[in-house]
């Protein structure tokens, strides 16, 4: 798993982005969060998150939101 920090997502929409490794975006899209029901990220909260090849390129799937406290991303 990677870890990094959500830099935008759009709830209306169902996607953002989450940076990693201090400078690289991926594209995450709802479907890839982890949990029931509506499924959302808020602005730099804390993720880990698996890379896959999706059909506009890469993107982050099982996105599980960390706790704050979480060490150094």
């Known amino acids: ?5 959500v830099k935008w997502f759009d709830a209306k ?11 690289e975006d991926v594209f995450v899209h709802f479907t890839g969060i982890l949990g029931d029901g509506f499924r959302t990220l ?4 804390p993720v ?12 982050a799937t099982n996105v ?10």
């Not at 798993?1 to 920090?5: A, L, S």
């Not at 939101?65 to 991303?73: G, R, T």
């Open 1 to 5: 798993m990677i870890k990094g920090r």
């Open 13 to 23: 929409k169902g996607y953002g982005f989450i940076t990693y490794h201090e400078d």
């Open 42 to 45: 808020k602005e730099n909260q």
């Open 48 to 59: 880990s998150f698996d890379i896959v090849e999706g059909r506009r390129g890469e993107q």
């Open 64 to 73: 599980e939101i960390l706790d704050s406290d979480s060490e150094s991303l």
